[in-house]
C-alpha cells in the first residue's frame, strides 16, 4: 500500500480561537478587575464573538440574510442590551477602554457595515 503525501507541515496561523492568541488578548484585561467584572467580560466575548458574529458576518453558519429579520432581532434583543450596558458611560466597563470594548466595537462594526443596523440606536452610534 502506498502513502499519500501532503506536503511540509506547516503550523496553524493564529487566530482569535488559538490558545496563545487568547491568553494574549486577556493580558490587556485590567490586572483590579474583581471576579465579577472578569465574569461580565466573559459573557461580553461569548455574546459577541458567538452570537453576535454568527449572526451578522455573511460567512457565518446561521448568517442571518433577511433584513427585516435581522433587523428585528437587533432592535429587541441587541441593541438594548447593549444600551443598557453601557448607559451613560464612554465604555463598557467603567471608566478605562478594555478588551470588553475591543469585543463590542467589533461586533457593532459587523451590524453597520453588513446591514446598517445602528442608525435608529443613538447611544451605539455615539459608542
Given at each position: 500500500r502506498?502513502s499519500?503525501?501532503?506536503?511540509?507541515?506547516?503550523?496553524p496561523?493564529p487566530?482569535?480561537?488559538?490558545?496563545?492568541m487568547?491568553?494574549?488578548?486577556?493580558e490587556?484585561l485590567p490586572?483590579?478587575?474583581?471576579?465579577?467584572?472578569?465574569?461580565?467580560?466573559?459573557?461580553?466575548k461569548?455574546?459577541?464573538?458567538e452570537v453576535?458574529?454568527?449572526r451578522?458576518?455573511?460567512?457565518?453558519?446561521?448568517?442571518?440574510?433577511?433584513?427585516?429579520?435581522?433587523?428585528?432581532?437587533?432592535d429587541?434583543a441587541?441593541?438594548?442590551?447593549?444600551?443598557?450596558?453601557?448607559?451613560?458611560?464612554?465604555?463598557m466597563?467603567?471608566?478605562?477602554?478594555?478588551?470588553?470594548?475591543?469585543?463590542?466595537?467589533?461586533?457593532?462594526v459587523?451590524?453597520?457595515?453588513?446591514?446598517?443596523?445602528?442608525?435608529?440606536?443613538?447611544?451605539?452610534?455615539?459608542?
Amino acid at each position: 500500500r502506498g502513502s499519500i503525501s501532503l506536503g511540509p507541515r506547516t503550523p496553524p496561523q493564529p487566530t482569535l480561537s488559538t490558545h496563545s492568541m487568547r491568553r494574549r488578548l486577556e493580558e490587556l484585561l485590567p490586572p483590579g478587575w474583581a471576579v465579577h467584572e472578569r465574569t461580565e467580560h466573559a459573557r461580553l466575548k461569548h455574546w459577541c464573538l458567538e452570537v453576535l458574529d454568527s449572526r451578522l458576518l455573511p460567512s457565518a453558519s446561521s448568517y442571518l440574510s433577511g433584513s427585516k429579520e435581522v433587523r428585528t432581532w437587533f432592535d429587541t434583543a441587541v441593541a438594548p442590551h447593549l444600551s443598557a450596558q453601557l448607559g451613560a458611560s464612554l465604555f463598557m466597563h467603567g471608566d478605562a477602554f478594555t478588551l470588553s470594548d475591543v469585543y463590542v466595537g467589533w461586533a457593532l462594526v459587523a451590524a453597520h457595515l453588513h446591514h446598517r443596523l445602528l442608525a435608529p440606536h443613538d447611544v451605539l452610534r455615539r459608542y
